[in-house]
Every structure is written in structure tokens, then in C-alpha cells.
């Protein structure tokens, strides 16, 4: 009998029982979960940080990529425009039609409000072939008849009609039957009526659809050509969202690398625990990043979800401002996503470096929770200190902000964020130099200053959160304060809340300019009916400060960049009113003025234009007076006598400047309007353009209060982890008033040097982008900003700490056996 031996049994499946495997990985997970779960509330800034920069992202891009016009404003749904004037209307749209076949013609005539903003009466098809996207109904109806009218709401309001009321205009008595807008331009201002009332527009604007060979056959006439929706050829505004959401995020995962850090240490019991019953470094590294990942994916989604809603929100508002209808979904998704994605991987690569440190303690250190030895940082700012000179070399070569065509957008990003990556790269640098300080300060300072240099994975990444806040604020800053000193493109408020400038009757032919439809072209005014009007309207608003001005028709050039304003005439009365003694006149001065910079001007010109010939006053001599206004539309730009004499130029009526003692309202100016109205004059008030101290004093605040929110949770972290020093401290002695300077030494120094950075780097920047004009663009320095950025920050930060480091600490009277 043989025997046969039975075939072994299969082989069990091999298991890596140095890392056990997929179900090792789960319970990790798990485990990594439910102590989010549990300390959420430790983890609460960095999911606070994370979640705004997510809805900042979202916001921020639905307001860029919204805010400039539609690029087919004024074409409604058509690809070509043409706009014919004068009296051929009627034949050049006949031939246009011929021609292009279906046409779709709005016509137009001026119409007198007695406000600076033109309005106009228009005749146009609400169903016609192109331009149904130009019109819309918001309240009643549209016209039906040539005894019926609709209106914008702004028209309306200024003509104080409602739907149903009657309005005495230049067609005769027409009912108001409805409210209307153009979506594409919500300042068009106009009165609708039935198309064809109008037998002989002023301007008739004609859409159609047209190819090349078409536009090629057809002769246009000159000043009549075609045009096409405009092209944005310049820098994509979805390109500056996302490179503003990488600054945040930047910025934010300096703060989360640090906050990661001291969950890691508060974590160092159960991490050695999980170490001892067999995980492996990678399971210790993969508590902490699934920890990262699940704080940034909860901060992205919440984000994305508050952005969203905060988008819906104010888009009404936005519309009010930028002056279009925004569809609710108009935001750029895959900008959302992209925002949502860097905010996982921010928070995954802010846990990693701390995960890494943890994986490398032993399991005894770990379960005696002592603090780890800070290992020696020998990294180097060489990175840090060429990105920085790179970023500021492209911006120096970039050609400047303001300076149209000649500047490089792109360079200018690119320099930007070579600048800011470099600053947030040498300001840890910058904390190993307090080591040197400390050995020749005071017990307390040295201690305090020593701790910074041991944590410097800490106190690194909030001196550079802190720097990067200021430097932010600085740069808006400064910018604005240097957008602001251009005398030569004169920007600001440009009336006070108290005065009102009454410009004259124009006798400007073109269409664009309001006067009655019945009457044409304007005949020049009567000049006593015109001052009597002036007088009434400063009577309006209880006013009997009525101050004449003489314009020129003079403008100041020196490499023109803009509008340098209108140049008046320095007459004794004007100069009377500011408080200016004619005497203190010199002799050979040609302009007067009260903008810092422009005295110092070399070389400017003052040119006129006239029909045949140019007329130059060069060089001319500028006197300037502190007294003189300061606001864009106010006379703060004078031309003297002399300068008269010199200039060879006749002067005109530049309107009236009303002066009362209190702020005017809306009932007052509206009763100047309907004053100024009947003689052919508008009426210019307080606009909303923000001053240059509100742009400073709100980017200041808010630089100072993201960096004490920086420091409040960094000067925490690092007096958590020196809690076993602080017990050997008051055994021996120390009290309270030894914990108040330790932590107010501590934020102090942070806070000083982080403001000294962010405004030196703020300030290089600066001079590379307007290295060509510093002394105009950079001559006044910003001293209250500086006072409260260098000066206010500092002492802020310590004495805040200060108060609130008296109470003591819990780990004094419960100190944790090891």
C-alpha cells in the first residue's frame, strides 16, 4: 500500500505586520477624527483663518470679476455699433438697413436736468432685434402711445414723478406709465418713448450683425465707422483673485503651522501611547495630517458655503455700484474650487512639518510629555533675501503704476508675490538675532527674548504672519498716498459736504451735452439771468455765500498723466475767501496752487489750444499757499495776472462756488437743480470718492488687528509650552509681575519687529514701483501711520498682554505628573 502526502494548504496572505496595513491606516483615521471631534475648539483660529480666507476668496472673485462693465455694454445682443449724428440721421440709417438688412435703431436727443450726469430722451423698440438686453421693466409698463412716457428711476426721482403722474417735457404732456433701466448701464439716465416720435434725433444709434466682407463693402462715412465690444486684453482679474487668495493662504499657513504645532505637543501622551502599542512613524505623521486635512476641508466647505451666501447678499450692492445688472451666478466655479483645493492642501502642509517633529520623539519622551528640545536652525535667508530683490527688481522694472501702456501688469503681480514669498521667508531668519540681544539684557528680558529664539517654529511663523499683516497694510498705504500726491492727475473728494460748485450754460454743440430738444443748439445765455439763477440756487440751500470764478482755458502739462484740473483766475476776491492777502502775492508768480510738490515742479508748461495756433506759458513760476482748497473740483490751482499777461489768454466763466454753514441735503440740492435747470446750469456736489485719510486710517486698522490676533494666539502657544519654566520660575520666588513682563516682553518684541519689517519691505516696494517720481509720489511721509504701525502696534501688544497675563496659570497648581 502506498501512502500519498496530502498537498499543503494554501499559504495565508502576507500581512506587513510592521505597518498593519489598510486596517491599521482606518483606525488611525478614526481615531485622528474623533480628536478633531474633541478639540475643535484648540483648533478654532486655524479653522476661523481657513474659513475667511475660503469666503474671501469666493467674495473677492465674484466682485472682480464682476465689477468691470459687460464687454458688450451699449452693443445689446449685436456685434457691431454705429452712432450717426447731425442732420443725415434719417438717410444714413436708411442706407445701413439697405445694406446690413436687419438693423435696430435707437434714437436720442439731449434733455436738460439741471445736473452735471447727461440725460436723454430715447425712442427704441423694447422687442427689436438687438436691443432687448438694453432695456428693462421695472415697474408698469412700456409706452404704447406718443402721449406716454417711461422713465429711469434716477430721471424720475429728479423730476420727483411716480408712474401714473403727468410730465410737462419737451414732447409736450406725457403720463408716466412705467420705470425702466438699462442692465448694462444702470447711470444711463433717459426718458423712453415710442420709436418714430422722434422726427429729427440728434444722434441715432444703430446695432447689427455684420461680416468682413460686408464692413468691406460698404462706404462709411468719416466719424461714422463701425465699432466692436471691447476686448479685455490686459491682466485676467480671476489671475489677481487667485494670487490674492495664495498671499492669504500664505499667511494663514504660517499661523496653522504653528497651531498644529502646539496640538502636537498637547498630543505628545497619546501619540507615545499609539507608538507603544506598534504604529509606526507614518501612522504618527497620518494622525496629524488627517487631523490637517479634515480641519481644511471642514474650512473650505463652510467657506465656500459663507462666501456663496455673502456673494448673494451683496450683489444687490454691488450692482448700485458698479452701475450693471450681475446675474447670482455669476462667479468664477472653478475659481471656487481652486480655493477650496489650496485650502486642504494649506492646512495638509502646515500639519506636515509638525507631524514629522512628533513622529521623531521617542516613546518615552512622548509619554512623559516633556518638551522637546528645540533642535538648532541652521537655515539660511539667502532664499529669502534674493526672492525679495527679485520681487523688487521686476517691480522697479515694471514701469510703474499710472503709467498706462508703459506699465507691465504682469511684471508687477509677479513682483508682488516674488515680494511677499521673500518676506515671509527671512522674517524667521530674523528671530535667531534675538539670541545676541538677550545675552546683555535684564533676567526677565532675557528669558523672555531666549524662549522666542528656543520656539522659533513658532515665534518664526508669527513674526512672519505679523510682518506679512503690515507689510500689506503699509503697501495700500503708501500706494494710495502716492496715487493721491500725483499733481499732475489730481484724484480725492472733490467738493466738502458744505459747498456746492454751479457750473455755467455750455455752448457745447454735441449731443452728449444736456439742452431742451425744441431749441437745438443753445443760444449763449443771458448773463443776467444766469447770475440771478447762481443766486437762487445759493439761496436754495440757505446760502448767500455766492463767490464768482474766472476759468482759463489753460492746462498744466509735464509728461501728462491725467487730469491736472481746471486752472482759475487768482482773482483778490477769490483769494480774499480763503483767507489769502493779495499782497502776499509775489510780483512774478504765474500760478498759485495748494498742492504739495507742484511748486517744485521743473520745466512744466501751461498750454492752451486754440483754433489755428498753441499758445505756451513755460516754465512758469508756482507760488504755494497752505490756505488754498484741497478738494479735485475746488479752485486749488490759480493762474496770477502775471501769468495772465504771460500766458496771452482770455479768461471765461467758471461757475460759482456756493459756501453754507452746515451740510446740504438732498431736498436742498434738489431745489438748486430745478433752480439751475431753467437757466442751462448744473449743479456739482459732495461726491463719494473716499479721502486718502480714510483709505490710510482703514488699511492701518486693519493690518494692526490681524497682527494683534496673530500674536495673541502665538504669545499663548509659547507660553503654554514654557508652562514647566514658569513653575521652577515661581518656586523660586517669582510672582505675578514676573508673568506679566515675561509675556509682555514677549509680544512686545514680536509686534516691534514685525512692524519694522513689513514697513521697511512696504517702503522698498514703493520706491521700486515710483523710483522715477519720489520726490512727488513719496514726499510727505505718512506720520501718523507710521506712529500708530511702529509705535502703536508695539505698545498694544504689550500692554494688552500685560493685563491679561496677571491671572495664573492652571498648570501652577496642577502640574501633570510624568
Not at 497694510?473 to 456746492?500: H, K, Q, T
Not at 502739462?557 to 476776491?573: F, K, S, W
Amino acid at each position: 500500500m502506498t501512502a500519498t502526502l496530502a498537498a499543503p494548504p494554501p499559504a495565508p496572505a502576507v500581512v506587513d505586520s510592521g505597518s498593519g496595513g489598510a486596517p491599521a491606516r482606518r483606525a488611525v483615521l478614526r481615531w485622528a477624527w474623533r480628536l478633531f471631534r474633541r478639540e475643535w475648539r484648540q483648533q478654532i483660529l486655524v479653522l476661523q483663518l481657513l474659513t475667511l480666507a475660503v469666503l474671501a476668496t469666493v467674495l473677492g472673485a465674484g466682485v472682480v470679476t464682476s465689477t468691470p462693465p459687460p464687454t458688450r455694454a451699449g452693443f445689446g445682443t449685436a456685434d457691431h455699433l454705429v452712432q450717426v449724428d447731425g442732420p443725415a440721421v434719417a438717410s444714413e440709417v436708411a442706407r445701413l438697413r439697405q445694406h446690413f438688412g436687419t438693423v435696430d435703431v435707437i434714437d436720442e436727443q439731449p434733455l436738460a436736468t439741471g445736473a452735471t450726469d447727461a440725460a436723454r430722451v430715447r425712442a427704441q423698440d423694447p422687442a427689436g432685434a438687438y436691443g432687448k438686453s438694453m432695456l428693462a421693466l421695472v415697474a408698469g409698463r412700456y409706452p404704447a402711445g406718443p402721449a406716454e412716457v417711461a422713465m429711469t428711476r434716477s430721471l424720475a426721482a429728479t423730476y420727483q414723478l411716480r408712474v401714473g403722474d403727468v410730465w410737462h417735457g419737451p414732447l409736450g404732456d406725457q403720463r408716466v406709465v412705467g420705470l425702466v433701466e438699462n442692465p448694462q448701464n444702470l447711470l444711463d439716465t433717459f426718458a423712453l418713448v415710442q420709436p418714430g416720435l422722434l422726427t429729427a434725433p440728434a444722434r441715432a444709434t444703430v446695432l447689427f450683425d455684420a461680416t468682413a466682407e460686408s464692413l468691406a463693402g460698404f462706404a462709411f462715412p468719416a466719424g461714422e465707422q463701425p465699432r466692436t465690444p471691447s476686448v479685455n486684453d490686459g491682466l485676467d482679474p480671476t489671475l489677481v483673485v487667485l494670487s490674492a487668495a495664495i498671499f492669504g493662504l500664505l499667511f494663514v499657513g504660517l499661523v496653522a503651522t504653528a497651531g498644529f504645532s502646539v496640538l502636537a505637543q498637547r498630543r505628545l501622551r497619546a501619540l507615545g501611547m499609539l507608538s507603544s502599542l506598534g504604529a509606526t512613524d507614518r501612522h504618527i505623521r497620518l494622525v496629524l495630517i488627517a487631523n490637517g486635512a479634515v480641519v481644511g476641508l471642514v474650512a473650505a466647505v463652510t467657506g465656500a458655503l459663507l462666501g456663496v451666501a455673502a456673494w448673494l447678499g451683496y450683489r444687490p450692492r454691488l450692482e448700485t455700484v458698479t452701475h450693471h445688472r450681475i446675474a447670482w451666478a455669476a462667479l468664477p466655479w472653478w475659481l471656487v474650487s481652486a480655493a477650496m483645493a489650496l485650502a486642504v492642501v494649506t492646512a495638509v502642509l502646515a500639519a506636515r512639518r509638525p507631524a514629522r517633529a512628533a513622529a521623531r520623539i521617542s516613546v518615552v519622551g512622548a509619554l512623559s510629555a516633556r518638551p522637546v528640545r528645540p533642535r538648532a536652525a541652521h537655515r539660511s535667508a539667502i532664499p529669502g533675501l534674493a526672492l525679495l530683490a527679485g520681487g523688487l527688481a521686476m517691480e522697479a522694472f515694471s514701469g510703474g503704476l499710472g503709467n498706462g501702456p508703459a506699465s507691465n501688469t504682469k511684471l508687477q503681480l509677479g513682483g508682488l508675490l516674488g515680494t511677499s514669498i521673500g518676506l515671509l521667508l527671512v522674517a524667521p531668519a530674523c528671530v535667531t538675532l534675538l539670541g545676541t540681544v538677550a545675552r546683555r539684557a535684564p533676567a526677565v528680558t532675557r528669558l523672555a527674548l531666549r524662549d522666542l529664539a528656543r520656539y522659533r517654529a513658532r515665534s518664526g511663523a508669527a513674526l512672519a504672519a505679523v510682518s506679512f499683516a503690515v507689510f500689506i497694510a503699509m503697501v495700500v498705504g503708501l500706494i494710495a498716498g502716492a496715487r493721491f500726491a500725483d499733481v499732475l492727475d489730481y484724484a480725492g473728494p472733490n467738493l466738502p459736504a458744505d459747498e456746492m460748485l454751479i457750473h455755467p450754460p455750455s455752448t457745447d454743440p454735441d449731443p452728449g451735452v444736456p439742452h431742451r430738444i425744441e431749441k437745438g443748439t443753445p443760444a449763449q445765455p443771458d448773463p443776467a439771468v444766469v447770475q440771478a439763477a447762481a443766486t437762487g440756487a445759493a439761496q436754495a440751500v440757505g446760502s448767500g455765500n455766492v463767490l464768482p470764478l474766472l476759468a482759463t482755458d489753460g492746462t498744466l502739462v509735464q509728461g501728462m498723466r491725467g487730469d491736472p484740473g481746471t486752472i482759475y483766475l487768482a482773482t483778490p476776491e477769490l483769494l480774499r475767501h480763503y483767507g489769502i492777502d493779495p499782497a502776499a502775492v509775489d510780483a512774478d508768480s504765474d500760478l498759485l496752487t495748494s498742492r504739495s510738490g507742484l511748486d517744485k515742479l521743473a520745466g512744466a508748461e501751461v498750454v492752451t489750444e486754440g483754433p489755428t495756433n498753441e499758445i505756451e506759458l513755460k516754465s512758469p513760476k508756482i507760488q504755494r499757499f497752505a490756505a488754498l482748497p484741497a478738494g479735485a473740483s475746488e479752485p486749488n490751482l490759480l493762474l496770477t495776472e502775471h501769468g495772465l499777461a504771460a500766458f496771452d489768454n482770455q479768461t471765461h466763466a467758471g461757475g460759482w462756488l456756493v459756501t453754507a454753514d452746515h451740510t446740504l441735503t438732498a431736498t436742498q440740492i434738489n431745489a438748486a437743480r430745478q433752480i439751475a435747470v431753467a437757466a442751462g446750469m448744473t449743479v456739482e456736489t459732495k461726491s463719494q470718492a473716499p479721502s486718502l485719510g480714510e483709505l490710510r486710517t482703514w488699511a492701518t486698522a486693519a493690518g494692526v488687528l490681524l497682527a494683534l490676533a496673530v500674536l495673541a494666539m502665538t504669545v499663548g502657544l509659547i507660553r503654554s509650552e514654557t508652562a514647566r519654566d514658569l513653575v521652577t520660575l515661581t518656586a523660586i520666588g517669582a510672582g505675578r509681575r514676573t508673568r506679566r513682563s515675561l509675556t509682555s516682553i514677549t509680544a512686545g518684541t514680536l509686534a516691534m519687529m514685525g512692524a519694522l519689517l513689513g514697513t521697511a519691505v512696504a517702503y522698498l516696494l514703493t520706491i521700486a514701483l515710483f523710483r522715477s517720481q519720489l520726490s512727488e509720489r513719496l514726499g510727505h511721509a505718512p506720520w501718523p501711520d507710521l506712529a500708530a504701525v511702529l509705535i502703536g502696534l508695539p505698545a498694544t501688544a504689550a500692554v494688552v498682554s500685560w493685563l491679561l497675563a496677571g491671572r495664573e496659570p492652571r498648570a501652577l497648581s496642577r502640574t501633570p505628573l510624568d
